[in-house]
């Protein structure tokens, strides 16, 4: 149990290939552009507030350019049914020196590694969907050790997991701990983010509500351990990007600072995360309301010893 509560923040750091199936990357090329210029920002805000974090990495960013992702497929690639979520069929299709900077990233890489507080994690090599047919335990572990064998490039070893898609998969677990991971992030203890993989209409509408009113029931107080020596880390809250709509955005900030202050009064967890190209829409407006968010954290460390971890931090700190 963590003696005074904490807030964790874990984040999807994925550039286009989070999205490559849903959208035309010629049309996103300002948005993810957006998103390489205010990740330093992130980082300065997360270090003026002492706040730390895991950046979930999508492995396939650590890679220099094409020819080095030409040369790093993993042994074994899965086999989906639905051909278009392949990363490994998209990357050739788009290979060229105008998409690099939307598929690669070591110099950001290098950057969160050098922020005090920052955590490498995984979101695995390809953005891997473990819940969509055709895919097996077999690839998903070759798909795991190539993120670590990457990561070693860094000297860093990847601690922590994030399920893509949220895609949360309790009979992958073994092979998570197989190849070096100690946490997972869990979707919140809610039917409506259960099956992420067929969300229906419901769901979204639910989960979209949620951010604006409903119960403050988001912080708990231990992490399980799923399987031995392999912690479960469930999330609390996604932080929607920035709207326009000004009364529906300060609600959202504000029921964000309610619950971080209801944690840190109860001395629980409060797990935060997104995407960080979901501030590549409006990226001021979404970095002034981040700041209020981690100036409120501020606060409620200052008045209740509230803690801040990233995931795998949060889980040494817990034995």
Known sequence: MIKNGALVISLDFELLWGVFDKVE??????????TRKLIPEILQLFEKYEVSCTWATVGMLFNENWDEWNQNFPEMLPEYENKNLSAYSYGKLIQSKETEELCFAPNLIRRIIETPGQEVGSHTYSHYYCLEPGQ???????????SQEL?????????????PRNQYNKDYLQVCKETGLQNVRTNPDVWYWRNTQKDSLQQKIFRTGDAYFGLKN??????PELIPKLHGQKASRLLRPHSGRNFL???RVQRIQSEINQAAKNKEIYHLWWHPHNFGGNP??????????????????NKFEFGSFNMAGITSHQR
């Open 284 to 301: 001021e407006k979404n970095l002034e309301e981040l700041d209020f968010i981690l100036k409120h954290f501020k606060s409620c460390q």
């Open 249 to 251: 955005d300060k609600k």
């Open 25 to 34: 990357w010629r049309e996103k090329r300002e948005y993810f552009r957006n």
């Open 151 to 163: 990561a070693k490039k860094f000297a860093i070893r990847l601690k922590s997991l994030v399920f």
């Open 136 to 146: 097996s335990l077999e690839s998903f572990k070759a798909d795991l050790l190539k």
């Open 218 to 223: 988001k912080s708990y107080k231990n992490i």
